[in-house]
T-cell receptor, first 116, second 115 residues
Framework: AQTVTQSQPEMSVQEAETVTLSCTYD???????LFWYKQPPSRQMILVIR??????QNATENRFSVNFQKAAKSFSLKISDSQLGDTAMYFC?????????????FGKGTRLSVIA | EAGVVQSPRYKIIEKKQPVAFWCNPI?????LYWYLQNLGQGPELLIR????????DSQLPKDRFSAERLKGVDSTLKIQPAELGDSAVYLC?????????????FGPGTRLTVL
């Protein structure tokens, strides 16, 4: 079974600064997807960024980028130029190769606070 | 386009009472998921539907939980009887389905408090 570990329960960052959230995972699969989801307080979960394991290039989405280290099974999220609206729970998630849309396996999350 | 709709948003009940949650997925999404999110934890899958068929319900506690997705559109998750430990957020998500990757879109969730 796949497991996802987020070792930082809480983090804070000053507005406009850069922060990195850590995630490690365990799987015997060679091909899979990794995700970072954002869950703002009392609001629904949204996808931040997706990485396909067979792609060596790290995914980027505007201020969000990942550092994907397949051999180390590490998948960190870097948020640049942090904004107050980035305050949220961030979940790292794993998905086996899609076959009828397999479910996501989530970590426990990191609560990020952006401070003005 | 409307997102995934869930109701109610909040529910408070006494233990041993029944409770039901409703989910309407994004139009055209064949795959529907129910996840359980305990306080301070990430979501965990309860059940997944492909159209009206439950294709993955291994994590659903079938002694007290039941779910249905009649006509392959909206879905209902029921707990009877509720226990104190069922207090959590119940998330519904949907995706297009099919053999390739499709993004899962989440609803706002139903926060259940069992007293």
């Amino acid at each position: 079974a796949q497991t996802v570990t987020q070792s930082q329960p809480e983090m804070s960052v000053q507005e406009a600064e850069t922060v990195t959230l850590s995630c490690t995972y365990d799987t015997s699969e060679n091909n899979y997807y990794l995700f970072w989801y954002k869950q703002p307080p009392s609001r629904q979960m949204i996808l931040v960024i997706r990485q396909e394991a067979y792609k060596q290039q790290n995914a980027t989405e505007n201020r969000f980028s990942v550092n994907f280290q397949k051999a180390a099974k590490s998948f960190s999220l870097k948020i640049s130029d942090s904004q107050l609206g980035d305050t949220a729970m961030y979940f790292c998630a794993f998905m086996k190769p899609p076959s009828g849309n397999t479910p996501l396996v989530f970590g426990k999350g990191t609560r990020l606070s952006v401070i003005a | 386009e409307a997102g995934v709709v869930q109701s109610p948003r909040y529910k408070i009940i006494e233990k041993k009472q029944p409770v039901a949650f409703w989910c309407n997925p994004i139009s055209g999404h064949n795959t529907l998921y129910w996840y359980l999110q305990n306080l301070g934890q990430g979501p965990e899958l309860l059940i997944r539907y492909e159209n009206e068929e439950a294709v993955d319900d291994s994590q659903l506690p079938k002694d007290r939980f039941s779910a249905e997705r009649l006509k392959g559109v909206d879905s209902t998750l029921k707990i009877q009887p509720a226990e104190l430990g069922d207090s959590a957020v119940y998330l519904c998500a949907s995706s297009l389905g099919g053999p390739s990757y499709n993004e899962q879109f989440f609803g706002p969730g139903t926060r259940l408090t069992v007293l």
